[in-house]
């Protein structure tokens, strides 16, 4: 190549009969934003990326130009204020007073409000009313308080996709709404602006929907551990002088944690089967659970998912169990034991057996816990028909309970009948871990009788036993047995 070709540019210009691609963003909405934080240059970035045209107002504009993106023109509040129709109010709620001589020029216009409050609001107006307040002639709209300026960079392939928006002017709401569409998220409509304060304080909340599983979860690790704690490693203490409290850090913690998830996949399951007796008892669908149930019932993704987590966590503990010191010398121990006896071969056929089909049934376990977790993931669960889903989280559900609750019995065995396995007149810990699981499977069995099925499947279809309303159900549905965990 010669030199004069290298001083060619590669990507020459299109042609003037097609068109610049000034001439197409001078068709393109404009978009004002008041504010040049990290927030502001993430949207502003984002709405050029999405076709706008973008205004920004700064106090200081050539300081600012800088940051913005070279498509996105930045000057004056004033001057932005004036142009845009739609202006993104990107301050905190303490500057919003220093907006005031925008009053006039803000007047019919559509103001979204993006502030977040440091702490949970219970009483006072939210930030989108203060606004709302100071600017009376504008239509304030709260919305993209919830997407983080990362998640405007990079685009809502990683991150939230919805878009809290709440409103007193519909149409005001709609123009947000599509704007918001048209640069890849979700719109929800949340209602009027009185919403604002519940759409401020949702960043805020700190795994809502998982304190209640997760305090459940702590308090059932406690209670095993202390129980293990008594039974294994305090009584040969007390008893007979043995130390052995080695064991705390990772033996009575991999005891613990299996006990923790069979407990809590047995109160995934539970509400289900509650809530399929009470319509029985009632004998209709149409009265609604109490409100311990309706939590308890919208709660057990959460409460799956930890038991998934303590099922992992057992099975990691449980493949470095070799790898510890104190394993090594009892295995020394036991060794240098043979050979003093003379016992060239140790060979019991019974615990042979037990222990490959305990391993066995417990990868299993394992293996439809891992398919319940991956199936509750959304990217995952959006893929799949209602059938399909609810296939995997009750009938494999139910299956990974059968096969956990069947690794427990080959754990246990026979040792349940053996007094010495009870230390401190207290039972081993399987026992007490049984109790449960078994419980809700004979719940599930009841259930899925063809009296006590086909009963449900009436009430669920709408039948009531105080109203005389006769149907037949269908034909493919009549030898069924029904899915208790659609509750």
Sequence with gaps: MSQGDMKQPLLTSPPATQGSLTDHLTDAPLVGILGTGDFSRSLAQRLVASGYRVVVGSRTPKRSAGLFPEEADVTTQQEAASRAELVFVGLFVEHYLTLRGLKEVLAGKVLVDVSNGTQINHNEPSNAEQLAALFPDSVVVKGFNVISAWTLQTGPRDGSRQVLLCSDSVSAKNSVAQLS??????????????????????????????????????????????????????????????NVFYKLPVETVNVTLP?????????????????????????????????????????????????????????????????????????????????????????????????????????????????????????????????????????????????????????????????????????????????????????????????????????????????????????????GTEDISDV
């Design 181 to 242: 569409r048209n640069m890849g998220f979700i719109p929800v409509d949340l209602g009027r602006l009185s919403s604002a304060r519940n759409i401020e304080n949702a960043p805020l909340r700190l795994f809502p929907t998982w304190t209640r599983p997760i305090l459940c979860t702590l308090s059932l690790f406690l209670f095993f551990f202390l129980f293990n704690f008594l039974h294994d490693v305090l009584h040969p203490y007390i008893t007979s002088g043995r």
């Design 259 to 479: 006990a923790v998830a069979m407990v809590m996949l047995a109160l995934v399951y539970l509400p289900g089967l509650l809530a399929a007796f009470l319509q029985l008892q009632r004998d209709t669908k149409y009265r609604r659970f109490p409100d311990w149930l309706d939590r308890w019932l919208l709660a057990r993704k959460q409460m799956g998912l930890l038991a998934f987590l303590c099922a992992a966590l057992h099975a990691i503990y449980s493949l470095c169990l070799p790898m510890r010191r104190s394993a090594r010398y009892m295995m020394l121990n036991a060794a240098s034991k043979m050979v003093k006896e003379g016992q060239a071969e140790v060979w019991d056929e019974e615990a042979v057996w037990r222990m490959e089909l305990y391993l066995s049934v417990g990868i299993m376990a394992l293996g439809l816990l891992s398919l319940l977790a991956v199936a509750s993931l959304p990217s995952v669960s959006n893929s799949l028909n209602w059938r399909e889903f609810t296939f995997i989280q009750s009938r494999l559900g139910y299956a990974a309970l059968f096969m956990s609750t069947l690794h427990t019995l080959l754990f246990g065995w026979d040792r349940a009948f053996q007094p010495s396995s009870y230390h401190f007149y207290l039972p081993p810990t399987f026992v007490l871990v049984l109790a449960l699981p078994c419980t809700v499977l004979l719940g599930r069995l009841l259930l899925a009788l063809p009296c006590v099925s086909l009963r449900l499947a009436r009430i669920r279809r709408g039948w009531e036993k105080q109203r005389c309303i006769r149907f037949q159900l269908p034909e493919n549905e009549r030898n």
